[in-house]
């Protein structure tokens, strides 16, 4: 066995949401033959890729198949997530991935859509971040069981800078940790989208692979104002089944596929999609609509990320501070899992095929 033969039969394994092969995309490294064995490492899009099993099958079948049938094949894979950002940004520049989830209105689970992605991306082994942007109604504080902390604060170039809290290997950052809870936050448009600044200016974020950000409901200043000062990679919609909820993230579809504005949209969650009972497993009971955030996808031609069941450990878990995919419950893990998975391949195929991300051009 050669390094030639090798790399050409690696050549017949294709990156599956790419579409091209392994070694045309320079995944393929430090291949070392001794005799009879074969080492190399395949450099993954992501640490959380879905597809690992499946490229590490397709490439040891490859080299029995066109290199040595009797070949001891040694995989190892390591990850180095792809980003589409322009060099010249300064804002975030260790954020590989900025990831928006976003609802038309509130009470649909936008935020437990956006802790459990946070955390399910975590779980794969990507540094992942967590910005609650819901300046009127923050979450994170609740969610993740840090009600009453404070983040630290450390000097860097004579200013102030933010040391994000860290719960379940997710870096939190929250106006609920930097107000008392009891006082209501009553800030007009442009105070909300100062704070806003603030986090992304002056929170040191590190090195991140993906940093989810949970915004407000509805459409306003607050996306505005995001979407002009960092490099948005794209968003993630939430939705339930009932046709309410549907009317409005029509509007957030919309607003987002603006010519002056147009960040892609990253796919689509139906929460609260159906209830089972636990002593009727077999049963589901549509109690806000039949498969209307699937219809929605379809109509308007976006990835559908997957249905998230009512399930009572997802509000109770999101209640003591310990989020679906942090707890035990498989039926909702199974869930988010999915709905990550796809997403995760979808920035993936995002950031390969269009254009860089940049600050959008939002007219005042």
């Given at each position: 066995?050669?390094?030639?033969?090798?790399?050409?039969?690696?050549?017949?394994?294709?990156?599956?949401?790419?579409?091209?092969?392994?070694?045309?995309?320079?995944?393929?490294?430090?291949?070392?033959?001794?005799?009879?064995?074969?080492?190399?490492?395949?450099?993954?899009?992501?640490?959380?890729?879905?597809?690992?099993?499946?490229?590490?099958?397709?490439?040891?079948?490859?080299?029995?198949?066109?290199?040595?049938?009797?070949?001891?094949?040694?995989?190892?894979?390591?990850?180095?997530?792809?980003?589409?950002?322009?060099?010249?940004?300064?804002?975030?520049?260790?954020?590989?991935?900025?990831?928006?989830?976003?609802?038309?209105?509130?009470?649909?689970?936008?935020?437990?859509?956006?802790?459990?992605?946070?955390?399910?991306?975590?779980?794969?082994?990507?540094?992942?971040?967590?910005?609650?942007?819901?300046?009127?109604?923050?979450?994170?504080?609740?969610?993740?069981?840090?009600?009453?902390?404070?983040?630290?604060?450390?000097?860097?170039?004579?200013?102030?800078?933010?040391?994000?809290?860290?719960?379940?290997?997710?870096?939190?950052?929250?106006?609920?940790?930097?107000?008392?809870?009891?006082?209501?936050?009553?800030?007009?448009?442009?105070?909300?989208?100062?704070?806003?600044?603030?986090?992304?200016?002056?929170?040191?974020?590190?090195?991140?692979?993906?940093?989810?950000?949970?915004?407000?409901?509805?459409?306003?200043?607050?996306?505005?104002?995001?979407?002009?000062?960092?490099p948005v990679t794209g968003v993630v919609i939430v939705t339930t089944p009932q046709p309410v909820a549907l009317a409005d993230a029509k509007k957030g579809i919309a607003m987002f596929g603006q010519a002056q504005i147009n960040v892609p949209i990253i796919g689509l969650v139906e929460n609260m999609a159906?209830?089972?009972?636990?002593?009727?497993?077999?049963?589901?009971?549509?109690?806000?609509?039949?498969?209307?955030?699937?219809?929605?996808?379809?109509?308007?031609?976006?990835?559908?990320?997957?249905?998230?069941?009512?399930?009572?450990?997802?509000?109770?878990?999101?209640?003591?501070?310990?989020?679906?995919?942090?707890?035990?419950?498989?039926?909702?893990?199974?869930?988010?899992?999915?709905?990550?998975?796809?997403?995760?391949?979808?920035?993936?195929?995002?950031?390969?095929?269009?254009?860089?991300?940049?600050?959008?051009?939002?007219?005042?």
């Amino acid at each position: 066995m050669t390094e030639a033969d090798i790399l050409k039969a690696l050549s017949n394994v294709q990156e599956p949401d790419l579409g091209k092969d392994l070694v045309t995309l320079n995944m393929v490294k430090d291949i070392v033959i001794d005799d009879n064995e074969v080492s190399f490492t395949i450099v993954l899009t992501t640490p959380a890729c879905p597809l690992k099993e499946i490229i590490g099958k397709a490439s040891e079948n490859a080299i029995h198949t066109f290199v040595n049938k009797n070949a001891k094949v040694n995989i190892n894979f390591t990850a180095h997530t792809t980003t589409n950002r322009k060099d010249a940004l300064q804002l975030l520049t260790g954020v590989k991935n900025i990831i928006a989830v976003v609802s038309g209105k509130g009470g649909v689970g936008k935020s437990t859509v956006a802790a459990n992605l946070a955390l399910a991306l975590a779980e794969g082994g990507a540094h992942v971040g967590l910005m609650d942007a819901d300046i009127y109604g923050p979450s994170v504080p609740i969610m993740f069981g840090v009600r009453g902390q404070r983040p630290m604060m450390r000097e860097m170039n004579g200013k102030g800078i933010i040391i994000p809290l860290e719960k379940y290997h997710i870096k939190l950052m929250s106006i609920g940790l930097l107000v008392d809870e009891k006082n209501a936050v009553v800030w007009r448009g442009p105070m909300a989208s100062s704070a806003i600044k603030q986090f992304v200016t002056e929170v040191d974020w590190g090195e991140l692979d993906y940093l989810v950000i949970d915004m407000p409901p509805g459409t306003g200043d607050i996306h505005l104002t995001l979407m002009q000062t960092v490099p948005v990679t794209g968003v993630v919609i939430v939705t339930t089944p009932q046709p309410v909820a549907l009317a409005d993230a029509k509007k957030g579809i919309a607003m987002f596929g603006q010519a002056q504005i147009n960040v892609p949209i990253i796919g689509l969650v139906e929460n609260m999609a159906y209830f089972t009972p636990a002593e009727l497993p077999n049963n589901k009971y549509y109690l806000f609509g039949k498969e209307g955030g699937k219809k929605l996808a379809e109509e308007y031609e976006l990835p559908f990320l997957g249905q998230i069941p009512i399930v009572q450990s997802i509000r109770e878990g999101g209640d003591t501070g310990v989020p679906a995919m942090a707890g035990d419950d498989v039926i909702s893990q199974e869930a988010f899992r999915t709905i990550t998975n796809i997403a995760v391949r979808n920035i993936a195929m995002r950031n390969a095929n269009m254009i860089n991300t940049q600050p959008v051009a939002v007219p005042s």
